[in-house]
């Protein structure tokens, strides 16, 4: 019962995980559009470390390269430590780790091809004025550091018994992921995407659960809809459009999780160890709600040791630094260069063509070119789309993009240095999938308010 829990434990659940709901759930306007203050928080920083940041981010990624180096020729102990955590990885990822590098280089020091130099790839990752990578250390101080608010004082326990009904029929997650869900929605996929990671780490969420909340729920921000509707154009229709994401990405979150490629990941802990779905059920002598205050207060009550979790916080800021930055570094780079320098996207989008010319949406063939190169960024499919006449045309090409929501620059990237069971293959394959399912609802919505 409730009753034995002390009032500091009661403090520990009620506060801290109001103060985590206002800083990663509540949009508020400051004049910029809508955002949660975490992201206020971290854009305030990057605007007073402009000047430095892009160099900070290179040295970063040297000493993960380095660091991951040495650790191949130092023995692995049998306890795991703070070393082993930020540096022991395996060739493949050292060696992405040595292309951010590389590819900072080439960028900063304005040395090599064009397509590594240029702003539209490398810069559009490291240039210190609003950068991904660079805004990513940013966001990632502040969340690495708070998100045990959300995490670690019984929110998700206390609201996943009350969800489990509506989460697990429709979605196969746990209740407790309304709350991840709700982040990634009112605030930002990233932030979305490192607390997923984190409850996967913690056993919370099974294998499969973990990357179908990553690749289903992390939808991109208001404000950068907005950006996606300015480029292309369309600001006047941001009700539809907006409204036409929340529908088209709920649908596809009852569909990809009981289709290949997320069907087919193993149902398991990170482990290995078969989960405990049966702790989800309520027991007898409780209601959802009370069983999940007692959830809460038990989640609050191992966690009374606030230094243990601020030095845990510091220890997931270093993680995401050293493990997750150098990544996106990489891979958004060597997509944006096939996006800008070759033909590769183009090329797969030609099959999308006679689909959209059967579907009836205006210069299909300009259309088509859009569908795939959205993988490399998503704003891209806007820019190249910016030119087309059609309204409806452009209409549908912003809709589709924003609903593909795997991009390697930023989301794609983030997934891929976490410890998600997501490689590249099947982030493109996901993104494929979520194409071929959104086309035709996105054209048939297009083709009714057009």
Not at 25 to 46: M, Q, R
Not at 88 to 113: C, D, E, K, S
Not at 223 to 231: G, I, K, Q, S
Not at 348 to 367: K, M
Request: hydrophobic share 55%; proline share 4%.
């Amino acid at each position: 019962m409730t009753t034995k829990f002390t009032p500091y434990t009661w403090f520990l659940f009620i506060v801290l995980s109001v103060v985590g709901i206002f800083l990663f759930i509540t949009p508020i306007d400051l004049g910029e559009g809508l955002k949660v203050p975490i992201a206020i928080l971290a854009n305030t920083l990057s605007a007073n470390v402009v000047s430095f940041i892009h160099w900070f981010a290179f040295i970063v990624f040297i000493i993960a390269a380095i660091g991951s180096i040495i650790m191949h020729f130092i023995p692995a102990k049998n306890e795991r430590t703070l070393m082993d955590s930020l540096f022991r990885v395996h060739w493949f990822w050292t060696t992405m780790r040595i292309l951010a590098v590389i590819f900072a280089a080439m960028y900063l020091f304005q040395i090599g091809p064009e397509a590594f130099t240029s702003d539209y790839t490398s810069g559009l990752l490291l240039t210190p004025d609003g950068g991904l990578v660079t805004m990513m250390f940013s966001l990632f101080l502040f969340a690495g550091l708070l998100l045990p608010l959300l995490t670690d004082f019984g929110l998700l326990e206390f609201f996943g018994s009350m969800m489990v009904k509506i989460m697990r029929p429709l979605f196969l997650i746990p209740g407790r992921a309304a709350i991840d869900c709700l982040a990634s929605f009112v605030g930002d996929g990233t932030i979305g995407v490192l607390l997923t990671n984190r409850q996967y780490e913690e056993r919370n969420y099974t294998a499969r659960e973990a990357a179908t909340i990553a690749t289903t729920f992390s939808v991109v921000s208001i404000t950068f809809c907005f950006v996606v509707l300015e480029t292309i154009d369309m600001s006047n229709y941001f009700v539809q459009f907006y409204l036409t994401v929340i529908f088209v990405s709920i649908v596809l979150a009852v569909i990809m999780p009981r289709v290949f490629p997320l069907s087919r990941i193993a149902d398991t802990n990170i482990d290995g160890t078969e989960p405990d779905k049966k702790s989800e059920d309520v027991p007898e002598g409780f209601n959802v709600f009370s069983f999940g205050l007692k959830n809460a207060l038990e989640k609050a009550e191992s966690n009374k040791n606030l230094g243990q979790v601020i030095g845990s916080g510091f220890k997931n800021v270093l993680e995401m630094w050293f493990a997750i930055t150098p990544i996106i570094m990489a891979f958004g780079t060597i997509a944006l260069v096939l996006a800008e320098y070759t033909s590769v996207f183009k090329i797969l989008g030609l099959p999308f063509e006679p689909i959209l010319a059967l579907l009836q949406i205006p210069e299909a063939g300009a259309a088509a070119q859009t569908m795939i190169v959205g993988f490399a960024d998503m704003l891209l499919p806007s820019v190249l789309g910016a030119g087309i006449e059609s309204e409806m045309t452009r209409f549908f090409i912003a809709t589709v993009s924003v609903t593909q929501l795997i991009y390697m620059s930023e989301v794609g990237g983030l997934i891929l240095g976490t410890k998600l069971p997501l490689n590249i293959w099947r982030l493109f394959m996901i993104f494929l999938i979520r194409t071929i399912i959104s086309i035709p609802i996105v054209a048939a919505i297009a083709h009714i308010l057009f």
